[in-house]
């Protein structure tokens, strides 16, 4: 009685239709079971054709940001892992905190060296120069200082173009004319870097003896150094002049070191090595650039004077008592033991500057 | 005509136009200069005494190493590297094969043409730093040679910035700055490439008619 109440005549047909019609689905499909059982005891169920669509994109995703290999379309690649995560991680952070901490290292060194001179002036050489010269620098000394300096130049315009280039430079020149000079400018830094070796190697063994730490240095640094304002003792270089010697020596290792396997890539093979390489090569880059910047400032207009000693070779006897009086000492002691006495320039220090100089 | 066109024809052909004529007139108006007779009796031949000069200073001899060692091997540090990078890399053989001789030669690897660019450079910038750091060489130094240092440095560098050997421009750049320099060559003291034959000659051909070796 419910059952008659419920389902009509014309209902109970279409249901018995749709009963009729899944059955005949079915039945296919256990026959087409039947006939292809070897593609289903090889895809264990997936689609067959070794493709992804089977499995979940997530999954998926996870395998490939894990370096899982797979099968892959184009074998000239050499290689079946799809994506290396490892490389855009590396690439994140080259772009990330390693471009935007380098950038503002740098900006702070200049900005640093901008109040330096506003506080200090130009530090100019006390009672003024009296015409009488030290030799301070040999002709060997001064020749490979301006050999590393051309080449670390060199260098450092190149490797900062290709560090930051994409950031700074691109949008003021535009895509096409970036790669043209992002493209002549790491042939160039490929090519400049063994010579920078060569350079930074011969000048650590000629500069070596004058560079270990005395107990004068911590003096030096204790009074205060280039901020005090009487004169903290000095040998031949003084603290900071060290400090940017063993700077220079240890992040020119780095960047030796680094540079040859970037310049040289099938030394190592691995690409995480590579990477790490960069890594290393651009962090050390830009710590002995923004440390440069101090040198190249207080060698030239920041110290009166002293710019004299690479170019001539000399320096002025006052500015020498100022700011390396226990080097000075030595030095006019032993001209005070010649018959010419420290009047007279020493025979390598080149032509006594002409009247008004 | 495209940039790149432009300086390997027309503008190519013109500085080796004035670059050979320039160097063959300067030749000439020395030759011409002639030198003042000598009356005395010889004691030497003349001749053999230019030959042993040009010889014989090919090194240092004496005690004068010491003093010379460094100019003398940054120099042929230098000077070496340059022509095997002229005459042996695969681009300059091409370069030469297709605009002067009509034939080419055997290339260097590239890990040779490179090596010889390192020693090229690392001889220049060591010539350049004695220049600037040694005050009798600065005392010495002319602006005409520190413009021909700059200027073939700079040849050297648009060379290496196009070592990709991919893009147009940068090659183009670089015989750009070929060509001034061979239009500059001549009335320069870069024309050493040629008169240092003669300068080291006519030394020995006066220390030989003395009959004393140079």
Redesign the interface.
Known sequence: MFMKSCFSKPLLSFLGSLLVVAGLAWAAMAVDVVFSGDALAQTRGAVPGNVQGSANDSDMWRRLRRGEGFVISDPRTGTVVAIQSSGEEWRAFRNGPLSTYGGWLLAVSALAIGAFYVLMGRLNIDGGPTGRWLPRFT??E??????VA??FIMLAVSGLTILFGKQVLMPLIGQKAF??VA??????H???G??FI?GIVAMFIIYLKDNFLKAADIKWLMMGGLFSKSHPPSWKFNFGEKAWFWLAVITGAILSVSGIILDFPSLLGERSQLQLALLFHAGAAVIVIAAAIAHIYLGTIGVEGALEG????RVDENWAKQHHDLWAEEVMAEQATTEDGPAHPPAN???QPAPGE | MTFLELTEGPLWYAAATIFVVGVVWQIVGIVLLGRKPDRSVPRGSALAGAVKANVLHLWPHGGFFNKTGFHLVAGYIFHIGLFVLVLFAAPHIVFIQDHITGFGWGALPRWGFVLAAEAAFCGLILLWARRIGDPVIRLLSTQDDLAGLWLTFIVMLTGCLALGESIEFLRALHMLTVDIWLIYFPFSRLMHGFTFVFSRGYMGATFGRRGVTP
């Open positions: 002709n060997a001064r020749v490979i200082h301006w050999y051309a080449t790669s043209v493209s002549a400018f790491l042939q160039g490929n090519l400049f063994p010579l060569v690479m170019t001539a070779g220090a080149g032509p």
